[in-house]
């Protein structure tokens, strides 16, 4: 039973593919962490192009204490004009988490029969 539980808590904590990768699925395991990061990649390229309208360009001449506040704003903005966006890189997450977790499960569970 514990070597069905490890693959899953490895995938539940570290992520997808970490699951796969003990159950020795190194390829899927790769695809799915790469998958990840590629995720989390192009959402944080996405949040800071859209944060570019809010941020003054000459940021030498903004005090520090106003600059929270004026990112503070446009966190909230783009936060209620953008949820559509943020809603799907989080399914996006979410799935492969779901995936990485049910995956190493069943395979582990697979190969205990064996």
């Not at 539980?5 to 390829?27: D, H, R, S, T």
């Not at 903004?62 to 990112?71: F, H, I």
Request: hydrophobic share 50%; charged share 10%; glycine share 8%.
């Amino acid at each position: 039973m514990a070597s069905v539980i490890i693959p899953v808590l490895l995938c539940f904590l570290l992520g997808p593919g970490a699951g796969q990768l003990y159950n020795k699925e190194y390829k899927k395991g790769a695809f799915l962490m790469a998958a990840s990061l590629l995720i989390l990649i192009l959402a944080g390229v996405w949040y800071y192009k859209t944060l570019q309208p809010y941020i003054p360009n000459d940021l030498t001449t903004v005090d520090p204490a106003a600059m929270q506040q004026l990112l503070q704003n446009a966190t909230g903005q783009i936060t209620a004009s953008e949820m559509h966006m943020l809603i799907a890189f989080e399914a996006a997450l979410t799935a492969l988490w779901l995936y990485g977790c049910i995956d190493a499960y069943l395979v582990a569970k697979h190969r205990g029969r064996e």
